[in-house]
């Protein structure tokens, strides 16, 4: 998981580290992670509103770490908790050769640019299969928005220093 900002945002407080992960999954397929992070991004304008970022790799058969999905979705404006579904989908091959040769060489297409899911631009000409969603509760608090003329819809004043727990 990332975070993709604008130009506009700063992080304040973060805890990054490298992290590898290794999950079995069972017939369901379903995968459980509860390590919560916890990030503070700060900014006067909201342009570049901050957007979670997800890649998720898998196994084939042969041992290999393939791309199972990419998706992202932007951070919720208001306070609050939230549970968000993030839909995921991966490149597809751009022609039948195209696709024999990655299945014979075990090298699935995939972006060169990990935060490329973010990005508005050049999207909407890429070939993509849907891959499945991956659920997320995210904690959104805010702080003195009010003091810069914004407003996030709640009735409580509100700021322009964004706390996300995921």
Request: glycine residues 8%.
């Amino acid at each position: 998981m990332e975070g993709v900002l604008c130009s506009h945002w700063r992080c304040l407080k973060t805890a990054r580290m490298l992290m590898i992960i290794l999950m079995l999954a069972g017939p369901s397929r379903v995968l459980v992670w509860n390590f919560p992070l916890d990030v503070t991004y700060k900014s006067t304008n909201p342009f570049g509103w901050p957007q979670l970022v997800v890649s998720i790799y898998g196994v084939d058969a042969l041992g290999r770490d393939i791309i199972q999905g990419y998706g992202s979705i932007h951070i919720p404006t208001c306070a609050g908790r939230y549970n968000l579904r993030i839909r995921l989908y991966r490149p597809r091959s751009a022609s039948l050769l195209q696709s024999f040769s990655s299945w014979l060489t075990g090298m699935p297409p995939e972006f060169s640019d990990p935060k490329f899911p973010s990005y508005g631009e050049g999207r909407e000409v890429t070939r993509v299969v849907s891959s499945g969603h991956v659920n997320v509760q995210v904690n959104v608090l805010t702080k003195d928005m009010a003091t810069f003329g914004y407003s996030d819809g709640s009735s409580r004043d509100q700021s322009s220093s964004l706390t996300v727990q995921l």
